[in-house]
């Protein structure tokens, strides 16, 4: 059978995964009365939650006697790992523009990344069907991106369809709705070139690694030469070209809608599962045993974002979750790298904690939810940048190109507060229904924390979007946080009589019968200096007894803390305790006496 191989790419929330369910729907993949998740492809219950694409994942469809590999990928920055190594796999690409918002700067990232490795992509504008919907503006724009990322002539002259992917069709004008997305298949067929295939035995790329309780590793990749049959000797061979390990195949998986069935036999250019070895890793290549020149794997941009993960050692740790020893975090933490090749790990020296390195805020949160939900116990520190340093001793930051979308009445505090953060603006321009559209280079570390205050300043109605840039010599000092905390004095349940008592001294990020121990954080304090409190006081007892004397305690509803608003909140002298039930904000050293001594060793 023919083969085509495509990636779909596209920022996030522009409509990749809704396009991929409406291609396995109207190609036949679906009985007619089978029931379909919505976005299918978004198996994860992390991706599902939040509605974002996380991991990069393939399936297939038939259309006209030819099979069709589509890889469906990630649109956030953070994950931008994922999407280099998929596009690898594949011949071609789908860059989904969403009509409204024009191309964005992951739009900008992915599609640079198609274009140096050769790709010719097809342009599909999609959501035409939006009230305010911009086709021929963003085509051009999306012209401009192209020539502004060095495409060539043949590159630049890339077929253009409009349509939406919630209702299902694509057309070569905006104006003129088809039935069905036959147009976008027919392109696919015309213009994707067939896989390249190379001469010799048998050698293959792997790029996606999970783990089935079934058959071990699985690991996903595209044959370039030769075919493969199960139980077929093997060996892996890394990016330099040593051995790893030599097995066999026990199982070929192939993907058929959405679902993978075991195959006979792979032939070159097909997009398959591979399961059976233990070390065969995501970037190395798996070849038949004559085979010594390993396959070249893209080079992955460096991770931007570190945070030490360290053993819970809080009065409460053990309570909650079972998995609480470093040895358990440590094997958790080196497994992940081995999938995710944006992250590095590395063991802190001299103490039971590691430093996860990754690109940006949100890919960390995810990795602490998923272990959060694993029943680990984590410490976490705040999150620092990965500087480097020149030959000459300069030390570097890395610097982010930040686009805001905002209102025109907000305009003015956002320029304001990103230049508070040493955020250089690049452009400002109206992008239509009086929004403005601001671009700045802003350094990483001023961007932690910022997405929560640029929400409270523009009353939620502000975008942003974050992509690395390049690093840049240090920008100098940035101020943190402005309020201290409100931290326990003792151990115990928190007593909503003295919580009640407190409240001009601050929001309370607790609530009452919470448990809480000596150094947590229970909330922030009105002015700069951190303040110890006592929670747990209850009221004295007497027995004179008048009207209106025991009215209830009415309480203000606490500072709810999510996982990364937690992680952005807080200090260097602070951590976020992360269990499967809690997370809770402390100082690193609970002890007053211990922490005034830090401070005056610090001076």
Not at 246 to 268: C, H, N
Not at 273 to 287: P, Q, R
Not at 444 to 463: F, N, P, S, V
């Amino acid at each position: 059978m023919k083969l085509r191989n495509i990636a779909i790419i596209a920022h996030v929330d522009h409509g990749k995964t809704t396009l991929v369910d409406q291609l396995l729907r109207q190609s036949g993949a679906f009985r007619e009365n089978q029931r379909v998740a919505e976005r299918v492809m978004d198996s994860n219950d992390l991706e599902r939650e939040r509605g974002i694409t996380i991991l990069a994942k393939a399936t297939s469809v038939v259309w006209k006697d030819t099979r069709i590999n589509i890889v469906d990928t990630p649109g956030h920055a953070d994950f931008g790992g994922e999407v280099e190594r998929i596009l690898s796999m594949v011949d071609g690409a789908i860059v989904l523009v969403d009509a409204a918002e024009g191309p964005m700067p992951q739009t900008k990232f992915v599609v640079g990344k198609a274009l140096k490795i050769g790709l010719k992509p097809i342009v599909a504008i999609n959501k035409v069907d939006k009230p305010d919907a911009r086709p021929t503006e963003v085509i051009n724009e999306v012209f401009d991106l192209f020539a502004a990322l060095d495409a060539d002539d043949e590159q630049l002259d890339f077929p253009i369809l409009y349509g939406s992917s919630k209702q299902g069709w694509m057309s070569d004008s905006p104006d003129k709705p088809t039935s069905d997305l036959s147009p976008l298949f027919d392109m696919v067929l015309d213009h994707v070139p067939e896989p390249k295939v190379e001469a010799g035995g048998f050698r293959m790329l792997g790029t996606l690694l999970e783990s089935n309780p079934y058959l071990g590793r699985i690991i996903t990749g595209r044959i370039f030469a030769g075919s493969i049959k199960p139980n077929q000797a093997v060996k892996v061979l890394d990016r330099l070209g040593n051995v790893v390990e030599q097995g066999r195949v026990s199982k070929i998986l192939a993907f058929r809608g959405i679902e993978r069935q075991p195959i006979e036999e792979a032939e070159a250019g097909d997009i398959v599962a591979i399961a059976g070895l233990e070390k065969f890793n995501v970037a190395d290549t798996l070849s038949a045993p004559e085979i010594t020149e390993p396959l070249q794997a893209q080079p992955i941009d460096p991770p931007t974002l570190s945070m030490t993960f360290l053993v819970n050692d809080s009065p409460l740790a053990g309570t909650e979750g079972d998995k609480v020893t470093s040895r358990v975090i440590r094997d958790r933490l080196y497994k992940e790298a081995e999938g995710n090749v944006a992250l590095k790990i590395e063991d802190s020296p001299g103490s039971d904690s590691y430093i996860v390195s990754g690109r940006g805020e949100l890919q960390l949160a995810i990795l602490i939810e998923t272990m959060r939900r694993e029943g680990f116990e984590l410490g976490i520190s705040r999150p620092r940048v990965v500087f480097q340093k020149t030959d000459d001793g300069t030390r570097l930051e890395p610097i982010e190109e930040v686009v805001i979308d905002v209102d025109e009445e907000f305009s003015g505090v956002v320029v304001q507060k990103m230049s508070e953060r040493k955020a250089e603006m690049i452009e400002m321009r109206p992008s239509g229904g009086n929004r403005q559209r601001l671009v700045f280079h802003a350094p990483t570390r001023g961007l932690i924390g910022y997405q929560g205050e640029l929400l409270t300043d523009t009353r939620g109605t502000a975008i942003m979007n974050r992509l690395f840039h390049d690093y840049a010599p240090y920008k100098g000092d940035i101020l943190g946080r402005r309020n201290g905390v409100l931290i326990s004095n003792d151990a115990g349940e928190a007593v909503a009589y003295a919580m009640w008592n407190l409240e001009d001294r601050g929001p309370m990020m607790i609530e009452p019968a919470w448990k809480v121990y000596r150094g947590m954080i229970v909330g922030q304090h009105t002015r700069e200096n951190d303040l110890e409190v006592n929670v747990l006081k209850g009221k004295k007892l007497t027995n004179i007894r008048a009207a209106g004397k025991d009215e209830a305690v009415k309480l203000t509803p606490p500072i709810r803390m999510t996982l990364e608003k937690a992680l952005a909140y807080i200090e260097d002298d602070e951590l976020v305790e992360v269990t499967p039930k809690s997370i809770r904000l402390r100082k690193a050293i609970l002890d007053p006496n211990d922490r005034k001594r830090a401070e005056r060793a610090k001076e």
